[in-house]
């Protein structure tokens, strides 16, 4: 049995409108799959680790600098949209590299925000994940303002 | 399968997918090159290397009940804080059921209203705020100040709660001490998004109760949906905490935040009566809180796939409670599935593995006063006598004592009998899907010695971390997980087993407290009262306090009140009209500009009203052959255009200084000191110094030698028309110093001329304005006095002390004013 792996990107928002859907494996098509069309994108997303231990657990993605690529980072990176990463694996041999197949395996899902970016030889990396642990969210996340009490007062 | 799972169908659902899973995964082909399955099992006895024999059940140590924890009472008793700018917003998150849970709060005030009637009566307002986001209704039995249930209430959310106004409304009665209550009484705020709270109180005359602390014991805390019930409502399970921390600190998107996972644990926390009452009101980073929190709660954080959970630390069986049945595994690795050299197994290091006996805090809770911190002893026999002692702080968020014994009983049950961890990686296979870090599996591999003989490595473990690379290669780390021999985590049988003592100390610890004047069996919630603050708006200042009259001679007082000048006060004038800034008057861009005139009643007849829009800021009495005539003086100010401008807060703070007198009372000197710069809140510095009247030179830092006279001497002092400050000698019985800033507190009479009309306030002098050096001088204590109130930066101020506050008078290092300027006797 021969193994190959595809990626299947998503972006949406918080209210679940879905602005992109990219796959890296079918090149210069575009597919249909899970009921949606999905095109083709040349990125690379690194692996995913779960658990408890070590940083956040995101995963590095990276794109081609292209236009529509530009946007679309510059707007998730505004509007803090959610990038949904899949990972698939088949048999290229046994069921063919032209579309998806039914029986593909989803190994792993990823979502999170972009953390932090950079762009280097026409080329975008982003960092996946929350933003819990590398900005230092507070708890209480609020603190007193003189909108809040006042000038304060003094015993 | 046990009999374990009839109890939650959805479990028991969720378990067969995964089997099913499993069992396709097999059926069409997907074995190992060896033919080894890996599925999953419930263990066989003897199948793999049991940890133990089942365990002895830890030990909890009985507490002590011939000395209940003290001094939790003398806690109630402090002094009201403020809420100061910058200060987190308090969550308190807490649900009271039964004997346990809720957690007693001070709030902080953010401003205070005071009162006094005829009676000198104080009536004090004090508007707190109790948490952040909505929180249930206080009952009226839950209200204390110190230990007392007294004072009336009310609670709102999203705005400020009571109608009032803040400010300082103290008024001179004759024959009456004034209360030294706070002149900074604050202003209005939002209260957005906050549950507010106004306290209100009164309290006799000379009683100084005003400035206890107000307590509240929060029975329903914030305000959530449970994950539990999925029901709005107060909660005390962790979960709903995490939960509400990643939606408001961490602003997680829905998505991320794994509900499934909370829910489960949400309902392991409240099976096993893991519970969490907890004020929160320092801020602290949020991912440090969980991880330093959760596994007091038997819980883990997961992050799967991006998003965030918890999950139970221990087996669960389908009622959500600890299983102590044997404990099935997932996936069983071996040879087949490992990639040779890539697994490693560390040994739990000496120190970690050491006896040691566990002693967690926890907070009996009380439902009237605050919790006794109570101690839990977990271990094992031989623990308590190793004289290791690990403990764990839990009184913050635990009040229910089985809750600590288990936490602390898991803890020592995972230190004694999980013995190491062990790291491996494979290739793809089935577990790409189906296994979860937390999941239970068993890794099996044969070593082979040098010596030709061969043994078996065969232990269940728990997954900690999985690594699935872009090169589909899955890398495993998991912590031993330890069972005995019919496959039974030991882990969960001490916890199971573990039990609390059970001895409560209520009932011994609020003893012959009778000063209650609410019941405290009242349950009801006063109306809600509120006001709507406009946001965005700088804070309106509250209103100038009124003028105080003259003070009359207090019963029993060393001190003669300043009598009027020979010849007596002079004449009001007579009509009325507005007082210009004199053209000369440094001009302050950032000072009020305020206009006041007078108006006097009849002879014999009560004092005027100030017309509508203008506030009574004096009140001079005239001492007429055919009786008193009362004039009232009344100020315009309109706040400054500048909108640079530091805060007003409706006052200047300015220091004051400068004291004139006469030995023989027939000659009067002025003396006046100017600071440069009138800062809000900096004391002054002498710039010069002149004489007035007559050619003697007075330097800055002279002390005058005057003892006085209640026959003949008349003190008081004049200001230049700038901002002065005042620096002062009280004289003190050498034998009884040191003295403190506290046994400073007390009045001292300001007299204010405006165009020869004198208006005397009396002010008290607050601990924090006093600046006292006992080492200057044994007999002479030098004070630095800070007036805080009305005024004008054209008028002239005058000091003297009264009876109960600073003995014996106040001398200055002074300087004069022009002479044409001079009010004051003739």
């Known amino acids: ?155 | 399968m046990g009999s374990y799972y009839e109890k939650s169908p959805e479990f028991l659902r969720r378990q067969q997918e995964r089997r099913e899973r499993i069992e396709d995964y097999f059926a069409n082909g997907g074995v190992a090159a060896s033919g080894a399955t890996g599925r999953g099992s419930t263990i066989s006895v003897g199948s793999i290397a049991p940890s133990a024999a089942p365990p002895a059940a830890v030990e909890v140590q009985p507490p002590s009940d011939s000395g209940p924890a003290q001094g939790a009472l003398g806690e109630l008793c402090g002094r009201q804080q403020a809420a100061v700018i910058g200060q987190a917003v308090p969550i308190v998150f807490a649900r009271r059921v039964g004997d346990r849970g809720g957690v007693f709060i001070t709030p902080p005030a953010t401003d205070a209203r005071y009162e006094n009637d005829a009676s000198n009566e104080l009536t004090a307002k004090y508007h707190l705020i109790l948490g952040d986001g909505p929180m249930g209704s206080v009952q009226v039995r839950d209200v204390y100040q110190c230990t007392c249930r007294v004072g009336s209430f009310t609670q709102t959310y999203n705005r400020r709660a009571g109608d009032w106004d803040p400010g300082n409304f103290l008024v001179e009665r004759e024959g009456y001490t004034l209360q030294n209550v706070p002149d900074y009484c604050g202003s209005k705020g939002t209260g957005e998004g906050m549950t507010t709270f106004s306290y209100e109180n009164t309290y006799p005359d000379g009683s100084g109760d005003w400035a206890l602390e107000v307590q509240v014991f929060i029975r329903e805390g914030r305000t959530v949906t449970r994950l539990a019930d999925d029901t709005s409502g107060p909660s005390s399970n962790f979960a709903d905490l995490f939960k509400l921390a990643m939606e408001t600190s961490a602003k997680l998107p829905a998505d991320m935040i794994d509900t499934t996972r909370l829910q489960t644990a949400a309902l392991f926390l409240d099976a096993n009566e893991l519970y969490c009452d907890i004020a929160i009101k320092e801020t602290q980073n949020l991912d440090d809180f969980i991880a330093s929190n959760a596994p007091y709660f038997l819980l883990r954080e997961t992050r799967v796939n991006g998003k965030r959970g918890l999950r139970p630390l221990l087996p669960i069986d389908g009622a959500y409670a600890i299983s102590t049945d044997p404990v099935p595994w997932e996936f069983e690795f071996n040879e087949d599935f490992i990639i040779p050299g890539s697994l490693q197994v560390d040994y739990t290091p000496l120190e970690q593995r050491k006896p040691k006996l566990m002693v967690a805090m926890w907070r009996q809770q009380p439902g009237d006063t605050f919790g006794i911190i109570r101690t839990a002893e977990v271990g094992y026999a031989k623990d308590r006598s190793s004289g290791d002692v690990e403990q764990h702080d839990m009184s913050l968020f635990c009040t229910h004592e089985l809750h600590a014994v288990r936490a602390m009983a898991y803890k020592r049950a995972r230190r004694k009998w999980s013995t190491h961890t062990i790291s491996w990686s494979c290739r793809p296979e089935v577990y790409n899907r189906i296994l979860e870090e937390g999941d239970i599996v068993r890794v099996t591999y044969e070593r082979n010695a040098s010596d030709g003989s061969t043994t078996t490595h065969d232990y269940l473990y728990e997954l900690d971390q999985i690594e699935k690379t872009s090169t589909g290669e899955i890398a495993f780390q998991a912590t031993h997980f330890p069972v005995d021999a019919e496959g039974r985590s030991l882990v969960a049988l001490t916890v199971a087993q573990a039990e609390a003592q059970g001895l409560s100390y209520e009932g011994s610890i609020r003893t012959g407290i009778d000063c209650d004047e609410n019941s405290s069996t009242d349950t009801s919630v006063p109306a809600e009262v509120g006001q709507a603050v406009e946001s965005g708006n700088p804070p309106a200042p509250p209103p100038a306090p009124p003028p105080l009259p003259p003070s009359p001679p207090a019963p029993g007082g060393d001190d003669p009140p300043p009598e009027p000048p020979p010849g007596g006060y002079p004449p009001p004038p007579v009509p009325p009209a507005p007082i210009p800034t004199p053209p000369d008057d440094p001009f302050d861009p950032c000072e009020p500009i305020c206009t006041s005139g007078s108006i006097c009643g009849e002879v014999g007849e009560p004092a005027p009203t100030c017309p509508a829009g203008t506030t009574q800021v004096g009140i001079i009495t005239a001492h007429q052959p055919d009786g008193d005539q009362t004039c009232v003086i009344c100020e315009d100010c309109e706040p400054p255009d500048d909108p640079s401008c530091p805060p007003l807060n409706g006052v200047g703070v300015w220091n004051l200084s400068a004291l004139a007198y006469d030995k023989g009372g027939t000659r009067f000197r002025y003396y006046a000191i100017e600071i440069p710069d009138p800062s809000y809140n900096g004391s002054g510095q002498l710039v010069e110094t002149r004489i007035v009247q007559d050619n003697e030179s007075v330097t800055a830092g002279d002390v005058l030698d005057w003892t006085p006279n209640t026959d003949t001497d008349t003190f008081f002092s004049v200001s230049d028309r700038s901002v002065s400050g005042k620096t002062g000698i009280s004289y003190w019985d050498e034998d009884n110093c040191p003295i403190s800033a506290s046994t400073l507190a007390g009045r001292v009479e300001l007299s204010r001329w405006t165009d020869g009309v004198r208006t005397t306030f009396l002010k008290n002098l607050g601990t924090s304005l006093l600046d006292v050096d006992c080492d200057i001088n044994n007999a002479q204590e030098l004070l630095t006095l800070t007036y805080i109130g009305p005024g004008q930066i054209r008028d002239w101020w005058s000091t003297s002390a009264l009876p109960g506050g600073i003995s014996n008078g106040v001398l200055t290092s002074l300087t004069p004013i022009p002479a044409p300027d001079l009010p004051g006797p003739s």
């Open chain 1, 1 to 155: 049995m021969a193994r190959a792996q595809s990626q299947f990107l998503r972006i949406y928002d918080a209210v679940g409108i879905t602005y992109q859907r990219w796959q890296n494996f079918y090149s210069n098509v575009i597919v249909t799959w899970d009921s949606a069309s999905w095109v083709y994108v040349a990125f690379t997303a690194s692996g995913v680790a779960s658990g408890v231990t070590g940083d956040e657990g995101g995963i590095t993605l990276t794109l081609p600098a292209t236009g529509v690529v530009e946007q679309a980072v510059d707007l998730a990176m505004e509007q803090a949209r959610l990038f949904e990463v899949k990972t698939y694996e088949f048999d290229p041999v046994a069921d063919g590299v032209s579309s998806p197949p039914a029986g593909q395996t989803l190994i792993s899902t990823f979502l999170g925000e972009i953390t932090s970016a950079s762009e280097s030889n026409f080329e975008f990396t982003l960092q996946l994940g929350s933003s819990l642990s590398p900005v230092g969210a507070q708890f209480p996340p609020r603190t007193m303002t003189n909108n809040l009490i006042g000038m304060g007062m003094q015993f």
